[in-house]
Each structure stands twice: as C-alpha cells, then as structure tokens.
C-alpha cells in the first residue's frame, strides 16, 4: 500500500467515525435502536400527515353526498340499528354510542353536537334528523343531555342511503377493521348544494349556504338535458341560497359566486312596518341565517340605551316556537326609515355570508362553481344507477336460474322424485340430478330444497309468470347498462321524483338589489338650523326649537354667545344636505350638515376652526345643497360682481377645499349669496340702500372656478349688495326686505320690472337713519315663515302672514322688535310648521 493510499484509508475512517459520533449525538433515548430524526422534518412530516387527515377526514365534505365523515358516519350507524323514519326514536345517547363505538373514534360531545344540527330546522334546510325533545333553539339555547333526547332518520335522509345495501358504494372497514363503513353514500339527494356545509381544515375552510330543492332538481334536469349550458342560465334556474330562516338576499354578485365558487352573500331579515295608536312599529319576522335571535335582541336593546337608536321607545320579544317576532316600537313622530337603515348598519338585521363552495373530489380538496358541482352529483349518480343496475341484473339472473331449473324439474318430477328416493344421501341426489336431469348445481340444490306444494299446478303457473316477469326485468337492466343516455334518463326521472315529493317553494326572497347603507342613510333626516357667530362658531339645532312669533314679537335665546359675539350667518337645511363653505379667499369647503356639532338651543357651539380645514381665510358665505347633479351656481359678492359655474364643478370635495371664485385678496370684496339656478330662472339683486335689480341668468355665460366674474348692478358709492334671490315667477311670491332697525316689508315680485345685468336697478325700500340699511332680502310668500337673528344672538321667527303687502317704494313697518343697543344681523327663509310655535314669547339671553 503506498503512502497516499494509506493517507486516504485514514480519511475514510476519519469520515465514518464522524458520522458515526454525529448519529449518536443524535440518537433519541438511551435505549439502543431508538433512531434520531430532525425535529425540523420530522414537524413537516407529521403535521402535513395531521393536516391531510383534517381535510379529507374530518373537516370538509365530500361532493358527492355533502356529508362529512361524522355526519355520514351517524346516519350509517342509525340506518344499521334500524332507526329508520318510519320506525320509533331512540335515545340520542344510544346512537352516539354506536358512532363512536364503531365508527368515530372521537368526543361524545362533537358527536352529539354533529347529531343535534342534522336535526335542527333552522340549521340545515332539510333536516337529516328528526329529533324529539330539546335540541336547541334560534336563541343559542343548547340542546337537553343526550340521556334525554331521542332521534331517528328523517323522511328525506333515507334518500342519501337508498340503495346502499346493493353494492352501490365503495365500503371500508372502521377504525379497528371490525365493521365496515360506507365511503360515500348513494346520495340521490343532492345535499352538498341544498344543506350546504361549513368546516375549517388546516389552510382551507368551505362555506356552501343551503339551497332550494326543487331549483337544484331543475338545475340538474338542465346539465343532463343540455352538458354545455353555461353557469349563466344555470344561475337563472338556481337563483340563489335558500336559507332555512328565510329572510332577503341581494341578487347582485348571485351569478360571479355560482361561476367561481366564491363570493358574498349579502342577507337581511324580513321587516314589516305596522301602526299602533300613532306610532310606527317595526316587526322582524325572520333573521339572516346563523343569527341568534337573543343576541340580536339584546344588542338593539343595548344601542337603544347607548343613544345609537334613539327613536327606539320600546323592544319586546314575542316569537312563539316556529314563529320569529321581535317588535321594535318608535317615538312618536319618528320615521322608521332611519331606525331601519341603523339596524340593518349596526345590528345583524343585515349580515353577510361568505361563500367558499370547497369539497372533497376524489380526496382532493377543489373549489367547484355550480356547474361542476352538479356535474359531480350526475357522474356519482351514474356511478350508483350502474351498479344497482348490475347488482339488480345478476340477482335477476340468479333467480332466473332457479325458476328455470324449477319448472323444468316439474315436466319430470316423478322420475326426479324414484331418482332422489334411491338416493344414498343429499350429495349424490345433487349429483344425480346435475348429471342426469341436466340441471346446474344451483339448479339441483332448489329442487332439493322444494316444497311438496310448488307441486300444483298453481305454482308451476306463478313460475312461469314468474320466470316471463324476470326475463322482462333481466332484458330492461342490459337495456340499462348498454346506454348512458338510458342511465341518464333513470337519474332525470329520480331526480323529478324527488323534487314532486319534497319541494316545498323558496324561503328565502331574492330581491334585485339592496341599497348599500351609507352614512347619510344612518342620519335622521330632519330640518336644522346652522348658526355661525362673527368669532367662528358653528352649531346646528333643531328647527322646532324656535317659536313663531306675531310681528313685533321680542324673540327667544337662540345661541349661548359671548358679550361681544354675534350670529352672523343662520342657514336652514336638512340632516342630508351638503353646506358648502365660500370663505373670502374665493375657496370652498364641504360638510355634510349633520357632522356640524349639535347643540341645545343656548349653547355656544364648536370653533370652527376645528370642524373645517381652513387656510387663514375667514368664511364669508355658507350656502346647503342637496345634490350636485344639474344646474348652476350663482355667486354674487358684496361689490356687485355676479358669476355662474356649473354645480358639478364642485362635487368633488377636497379637506383642503377648492378654488370657487378668485376674489380679491385684499378682501375688499366678498360674497353675498351663492344661488341655485337654472339658465332660464330670473335673479334679483338687493343692496343695503333700497337698491334692486332683477335680469335672467343666462346674461351671465358659465365661467370657470377661477374667473372672478362680471358687473351684475351698478352700485352708488358707498352701497353694497346684500341679497340675491331666484325671482320663481309664482303667483303669490313677494320680496321681504329687513333693515337694521328692525323695520321691513313684502312687496310684489311683479313689481320689480326684469332688465339687463349691470344696471342701477330700482327703489326696492327708502331707507334712513331711522330704518338702518337693509340687511336681508327674501324670496317669500304668505305661507312662509323667517328666522331674523340679531347681534346680541336673538333669534325671532316670524310668519309672513302677519306682514301685509305692501308697494315697492315704501319705508315699510315694524317687523322685529329689538332692545335697545341691538340690531338685526340677518334674516332667512325656514319651512312652516303650523302649530308648534303657538305664540309670541320673549326670553332674556342667559
């Protein structure tokens, strides 16, 4: 051996000696022949074997029969003791006893539970079990001890066992190879569709919701009929879940969940609205599916005291056994409009179901869309009608045989008979009378086996109508087996069956669509008052809060300000209005009227500086729109400059608000009014002096938001605009106009003659230092009411029917009565409430 090979046999024993101290390092126990393992894939290993044995033995179902093994496993154990539908119950004890003894080596109590389900009417669509006694309720009430229940198959369960005792399934032994269990069963009854399953495995989970039998039926017919519909027109025959608590579903989003086997489904329960002494009731009469009642009630309960449904005044709970009523009671006046839309928000009066159709095919886990689900169910059931076919052909043959061998024996019964007595013992009577008498072996052993009575005549003529009979059958079942289309046909006759048997119409309604619930729709819609003071804050109350007052009437609080603060802008709008904030930078601002802050009447309100976003600007105009839709908006500032953009321009809200109008930054002009028109509508300018001007805005072309404008009145030196309104052309409309000192008046519409924008306008009111200048303008009638609000935060609400019409020109009469030192600020239109503001009131400011 030369020196390399030597120094290489060292290196080779140095390695296995490595090897051998690294394999006892690891080397697990001190026992010896206990092998070592990575722990790394030793943990891959194993739970990737747990994670196998979860999805394809416990979690999920299988396609074919909808079950997983527990459920399948249950009724295989009640159809083997017998506990069929048309037998007596047994104590649910006693079948969980037989699962798990022979079939489900697991819990009592998850078998139990699996049992419990199978038979509750508001779990599963078709109750695979009937049970007797407590099993639980829509309320989560658990069901009674299984020492005290008792249950057997249901009706419509004996249609997934059909035909299992004809070889019609695969079978395999149990957990100790003791018994043996069905791997699947016939499953005539398409259950993974009409009961749905729910399961969790390990990476996947399946949620299939129940469905209508008599459409899955219908939906089956059409596979076989046509194999290339498209999951389109199937989704027209199935239109949707069908879920054993009833309730509504959105169609919207039906057809994408049938085509990929995913999606969601929005549910709502059913509502109706009934009237009780005045009041507006509302009644649940069915929940979304998987709802416990209880806790629905106890959560509307729960928002009620916690002010989140405030027009809530009672709740009571009055389901009966079968019967869902839950009764939600409102204040009077209330609409149930928005207390709906809040439950349906913040309750489970609206819930989701999301849909995950994942089964087992062939022990793999696949995501199926409806065509293949039903396509599984077809091949399956070609599958069990073969075999039964098979298994009902060779029994019809065997029996041929026999009665052949019968009735041939009874053409020579008298010889069989010396031959059988001369016989030395059975086996060579059978024998003889195969080798003999030409019968076969099966043959031999039935004339053995022959009663003396199936001598007579009468029974040689029941065997051969017997045997003609069986000749039928045996020709039909090759018939049978020789053809799909036959098969097919046998499967579409099944499946009608089924549908005339049990179909019992849809539960759950399918409605086209289901507004989404925004958060306008979780606001009361009702008229408020937006103030905003001269030092920047803003508070909304409710209209109903000021009294209308006679003319002249002194007015109540109407805001908590400071000394030397004042209201100075007072809007009326509803809850589901937009106010659009012009500041004097030509910017605009969005708020949706119902996040102002809300106060009482006296209050002082929030800064708003807080509310909105502003950039060193102070607001000038505040204006309330309900849409954006169509139309134009007509700015007018105080230096008598008019602009018209179109409303869609400024729809699109930013939290740093848009450019409106470029208005001076100087801030020697401002906005007035911004108006809602459209091009045919005629606008009136008024200014602080007794100056009108009355012109279409269609004089005025559609600008951009950046354009500052064009002369809309020719103003005196030293006058302002201070009002702009949409002259409606109506009959009965007047102009009311409200100076400093309280003093004001109506006067025809009609009187104001219409002319070109930029002129100097007419005399609309004679001021003087006894009047004051005009502050407001108003388009009015005689059914409308104002809100005058002064500078030390009085506000008066006033109906114009106690101000007479008077002529353009005049100096006008007393409108509001003011202490001394006091002014009026501004003056707006509110809608009318007869009834609620009884009569004149006067209240100091706190």
């Known amino acids: 051996m030369t020196p390399k090979q030597v120094d290489e046999s060292k290196a080779q024993e140095e390695v296995e000696k490595g090897e051998e101290q690294r394999r006892e390092k690891d080397q697990i126990g001190d026992e010896k022949g206990v092998a070592g393992a990575e722990i790394v894939e030793e943990m891959e290993k194993s739970f990737l074997d747990y994670a196998m044995s979860v999805i394809v033995d416990r979690a999920l179902p299988s396609v074919e029969d909808g079950l997983k093994p527990v459920h399948r496993r249950i009724l295989w154990a009640m159809h083997q003791i017998g506990l069929d539908a048309s037998k007596s119950t047994r104590k649910s ?11 489900h080596p697991h819990g009592d109590q998850a078998a139990y539970d699996a049992l419990v389900r199978m038979a509750q009417n508001f779990s599963l669509r078709y109750p695979l079990v009937h049970g007797q006694g407590n099993f639980g309720s829509m309320d989560g009430d658990a069901a009674a001890a299984m020492r005290y229940t008792e249950a057997k198959l249901s009706k419509i369960s004996s249609t997934l066992l059909q035909d299992i005792e004809k070889k019609t399934v695969p079978m395999r032994g149990n957990f100790d190879d003791t018994e043996e269990e069905p791997g699947v069963m016939p499953g005539m009854l398409p259950n993974l569709l009409l009961n749905g399953a729910t399961g969790i495995a390990v990476g996947m989970a399946t949620n299939i919701p129940p469905h209508n039998l008599g459409e899955v039926c219908d939906a089956i017919v059409q596979v076989i009929d046509k194999p290339k519909v498209d999951v389109g027109d199937l989704a027209k025959i199935v239109t949707g879940p069908d879920f054993p608590t009833g309730g509504e579903i959105q169609s919207a989003g039906l057809k994408e969940m049938y085509e990929t086997g995913k999606g969601r489904v929005v549910m709502r329960g059913k509502v109706k609205i009934e009237e009780k002494k005045g009041r507006q009731i509302i009644v649940v009469t069915e929940i979304p599916y998987q709802t416990n009642k209880s806790d629905f009630v106890l959560n509307i309960a729960r928002l009620a005291t916690e002010k989140k449904l405030p027009d809530v005044s009672d709740l009571r709970d009055e389901s009966a056994k079968e019967k869902v009523r839950v009764v939600i009671e409102l204040k009077k006046g209330a609409t149930p409009t928005y207390t709906l839309n809040k439950l349906y928000k913040l309750t489970k009066l609206q819930s989701n179901f999301d849909v995950n159709l994942l089964a087992l095919v062939g022990h793999q886990p696949k995501v199926l869309n409806l065509k293949q689900v039903l396509e599984e169910y ?10 039964r076919a098979e298994f009902d052909l060779k029994k019809a043959e065997d029996r041929l045989e026999i009665v052949e061998g019968l009735l041939k024996a009874l053409k020579q019964i008298d010889k069989i008979i010396a031959f059988i007595k001369k016989s030395a013992n059975s086996s060579d009577a059978l024998a003889g009378l195969v080798k003999n008498f030409s019968l076969s072996e099966r043959q031999a052993k039935a004339v053995l086996e022959m009663r003396l009575s199936a001598l007579t005549r009468l029974e040689a003529g029941k065997l051969e109508k017997e045997a003609k009979e069986l000749r039928t059958v045996i020709e039909k079942l090759k018939k049978l087996l020789g053809s799909d289309q036959e098969i097919l046909s046998v499967i579409k006759s099944e499946v009608r069956g089924l549908k005339k048997e049990y179909d019992d119409g849809r539960r759950t309604k399918v409605v086209r669509s289901m507004s989404e619930i925004s958060e306008q729709d979780m606001v009361e819609k009702k008229d408020i008052v937006v103030l905003l003071t001269d030092s920047g804050y803003i508070k909304r109350v409710d209209v109903k809060t000021y009294r209308e007052q006679k003319r002249g009437g002194s007015g109540v ?3 908590g300000l400071k000394e030397e603060d004042f209201v100075r802008q007072l809007i009326t709008c509803s809850t589901h209005d937009y106010l659009l904030f012009f500041t004097n930078r030509g910017r605009v601002y969005w708020l949706k009227a119902h996040e102002v802050p809300d106060s009482v009447r006296a209050g002082k309100g929030r800064a708003l500086a807080n509310v909105l ?16 839709d169509e139309g134009s908006l007509f700015f007018a500032t105080k230096q008598g400059m008019v602009k018209k953009v179109p409303a869609e321009s400024l729809s699109r809200p930013r939290s740093t608000g848009v450019r409106a109008m470029n208005l001076p930054d100087d801030g020697s002009d401002v906005l007035v009014n911004v108006l809602r028109v459209q091009d045919s509508d005629e606008v009136l300018l008024v200014t602080k002096k ?11 072309r559609s600008m951009g938001r950046a354009s500052y404008g064009v002369k809309g009145i020719d103003l005196a030196k030293g006058d302002e605009v201070v009002g702009a309104e949409v002259a409606s052309g109506k009959a009965n409309e007047t102009l009311l106009v409200v100076a400093q000192r309280g003093s004001g008046k109506r006067s025809k519409l009609e ?4 002319t070109r924008r930029s002129g100097k306008g007419v005399v609309t009111m004679k001021t003087s230092a006894k009047t004051g200048d005009i502050v407001g303008a108003l388009s009015v009638d005689g059914k409308d009411s104002v809100i005058a609000t002064t500078s030390k935060g009085m506000v008066i609400r006033v109906g114009m029917k106690d101000l007479r019409v ?5 100096q006008g ?9 006091d002014r009026v600020v501004d003056v707006v239109k509110v809608p009318r409430d007869d009834g609620n503001f009884p009569g004149p009131e006067s209240q100091e400011r706190n």
């Open 93 to 103: 004890a006693a079948v969980v006893g037989e699962v798990l003894g022979k079939y």
């Open 378 to 387: 077809v091949k399956h059931r070609k599958i069990v009608v073969r075999k």
């Open 557 to 559: 609080t109407g805001a």
């Open 613 to 628: 976003s502003l950039q060193a600007e102070q607001i000038a105009n505040v204006m309330a729109v309900d849409n954006f």
């Open 690 to 700: 007794g100056q009108s001007i009355r012109f279409v805005s269609d004089d005025v």
């Open 751 to 754: 009187d104001y003659r219409k």
């Open 806 to 810: 008077m002529g353009r020109a005049t």
């Open 813 to 821: 009469v007393k409108v509001v009565k003011l202490k001394e030192g």
